[in-house]
């Protein structure tokens, strides 16, 4: 009998809910084993939809719907944080993480909506699945929030939907329904909490740190939605059109996103990341390291392009070339998670700020290097690289970094998880930079026996999941704040479990197993 890969993939992710639901044990967590049933049968109907071309936009080809996966990475992320607050007795945040849980089964159900709205004939029993679940939820809210925050459930909820409309309109081909409930959800929440504490100046508090990746978030969307539609009017290749693209971008970093971060940390963001940096020494070294491994990574980006060039009838970058930047960045990563995370964390918002810049750049074609970066980075496309965006580095990029941007540092005393959750900034590293990347080397080489239904081998699953095990414990001889205690099997069987979802999905692994690996980490 064939195995399908997406009965699969939803076995895995239901053991993960079920994990949160022995580790949480509340009406949420309770929630979440519904939206998970519900969200099997109504990712069915989203896959016929994609095979038939009845969506309504055009998503990622060769890829299902991945409703399943992306459906619960909000609510679990909520209640894994709510347990860690509730523990810690820091009841805003806790409060807060509630609101995510909630936020992430409406987005979820809205997407349901929608397949259930389209689909036809009208899909009586999943209606009814549907109906009962979406019940559950909307009675567990009545009884769980406050009428202020079930407003910002709405509000997140209305900011997804005309977003979304914007994106896949002007992104075709670029995600799957669950990829772009994931990407578009997440930022149409950092935009509501953004507005939100701009509204409220006087209650704005916390590390300064925090409040640059809402800031670059908001100023990347608007840079972008704006020059889309403006260039759907006129010729963006043209050195007037791009002389405009640059000085527009220079007037929304200057004059609006400059002003807005300082009204939250209270000084010239500029003079305050002057002061940052030059804090120690030790920051200065790592940021000439870090600089040393980033001429490295474009020099295989040139060398890359100069053999095609050359005369080699090698038209894409192999997979073990591609993974070549896996190790760079993983490189990058493991000594600010030893040594300065809060650096970590401005750089890599950083980073994310230059290549959304040279994205839209090589996107719009824009004057002196749009072209030439066409060229270089064309290259290293592969299947998910199917619409107008190339994404798979960003993606790489924020699987390595989410896990640092999302640490409960106020739940955290003295900034330090107890048990497993000592390793959470460390599950991009371990999912993404060493399990995916062995992998796919080694079950590209060396692997024979092939899971049932997917091009992936049991060779490349079981070195990876081995070789997350040996990450951790280098990460234990030298990272000294790490105390696993007795947890050990549970680190194991969460590599494990992350390791089959690898295996099995479809969807951008980089960014669904380090969300994933973080949530188990965290209980």
Partial sequence: MQINPVH?????????VLCVHMA??????WCSIALVIQAFYVQHKWDRLLRSGGAVFQFRPSANSGIVPASMVMPLLGLALREKCSASGNVYFERFSMVITITGMMLALFLSLIALGITRPVPTNTCVIA???GSAILYTTKQTLTVSEVIEVL???????????????????CFTPGEALLIVGGISFIVNQLIKRSLNLAEVKGDPVNYFLPVLVVGSLLLGVFFALLFC?????????SLFFHM?????????????LSLFIGRHPLMWLLDFITLNDRR???LAYWV???VVASCVVVHQNYQRQSGSKKHQASTIVRKYFHLIVVATYIPGLIYDRQLLHVASVGCLAVFLFLEYVRYFRIRPVGQLLRQLLTLFLDERDSGPLILTHIYLLLGMSLPIWLFPGPCAPKGILPGAGGLVPYAGVLAVGVGDTVASVFGSTMGEIHWPGTKKTLEGTATSVFAQIIAVAMFLIFDSSINLNTTYSWIVGSITLVAMLEAYTSQIDNLLLPLYLFILLLL
Wanted: glycine letters at 6%.
């Fill in 131 to 133: 109906g009962m679940a």
């Fill in 8 to 16: 699969v993939e939803s076995t895995v992710v239901l053991a993960v």
């Fill in 24 to 29: 949480v044990w509340n009406q949420h967590s």
């Fill in 284 to 286: 200065l070294c790592l």
């Fill in 248 to 260: 527009m971008t220079a007037v929304l970093g200057l004059g609006i996103l400059m002003p807005w």
């Fill in 155 to 173: 509000e997140v909820l209305l900011i997804f939907v005309y977003l979304s409309l914007i994106v896949l309109y002007l992104l075709p081909r």
């Fill in 233 to 241: 009017f006129m010729e963006s290749e043209s050195w007037g059109s």
């Fill in 292 to 294: 040393f491994l980033s």
